[in-house]
């Protein structure tokens, strides 16, 4: 099993516009601590509903900005 750690790069969001996208960035709910990549292979959404991501139309949508963690992963082992 692989063990992930993250750097946290900024707790909530103005809007989703700002959120960075990259390979090693993610995000975080607050609410449910579900972590979704930025850049999914297929549309995303964390488990309560707060942050999803329609890979198609390469857009972020979210219920609360202020619930939002930007994440950047710093070491992968396993």
């Known amino acids: 099993m692989k063990k992930v750690e993250y750097e946290t790069l900024q707790v909530g969001i103005m809007d989703t516009i700002e959120a960075p996208k990259a390979r090693d960035i993610f ?14 292979k297929d549309n995303v959404n964390c488990e309560c509903g707060n942050i999803g991501i329609d890979k198609d139309m390469n857009r972020l949508w979210v219920e609360c900005y202020a619930d ?3 994440l950047k992963r710093v070491v ?3």
């Open 68 to 70: 939002v963690v930007v």
């Open 27 to 40: 995000y975080k709910c607050r609410r449910c601590n579900t972590i979704l990549p930025s850049l999914p």
């Open 76 to 78: 992968e082992e396993g």
